[in-house]
């Protein structure tokens, strides 16, 4: 039987993964142990555990890893990448996948198809402000994408708003232009990257 390793010598889909991976993710170095599904908050939610992520990825299932709803949601919480004994960087892998799948255009066919606009919405929040603006997030995320839903959640809105949890306007972090210049930096190299 071939190990993760030797399917990633001939995989042109794993190599495209490593490549489009800021960092080394180390991904080769997978024993399929499943710490990373054991470890992860979001795993009953995923339809594939990163680790069988993983060896779709080697066996070069492109099209059903980037259908998958097991980047969408991933919370970045970085717990697998805590106690993997292989120090893979699985959070990495995660952005990497949800970049391709957008870029290929089949985030909008994964069971999390709304994901992608709630993140860009999240996106743009912190890149305005620095940080999430909760009230403005969901309000924007609601009438963009689902907006017959909004009148779902208003109630708990309207709850949060009464006992003060949710701020009615954003407060931008100190030095906001400097995270700005660092954005417009990180999308230089992107861009230079892709080029």
Known sequence: MATSATLSRTSAFFREVIADTPTDPHLEACLQCGTCGGSCPSGPDMDHTPR??????????????????????????????????????????????????????????????????????????????GRSFELGLITRYYLRHRPLDALKVAPIGMGLLKRRRLDLSPRPIRQLDQLKAILERAREIDNAKSA
């Open 52 to 129: 069988t992520l993983f060896a779709m990825i080697a066996a070069g299932m492109r099209e059903p890893v980037l259908r998958s709803n097991t980047p969408w949601y991933c919370v970045s919480c970085y717990a697998c990448v805590e106690r993997c004994p292989q120090d893979i960087h699985i959070t990495d892998v995660m952005y990497t996948l949800k970049r391709l799948a957008i870029k290929a255009g089949y985030a909008s066919q994964s069971s999390a198809a709304r994901a992608p606009g709630f993140s860009q919405t999240f996106i743009d929040h912190v890149e305005n402000y």
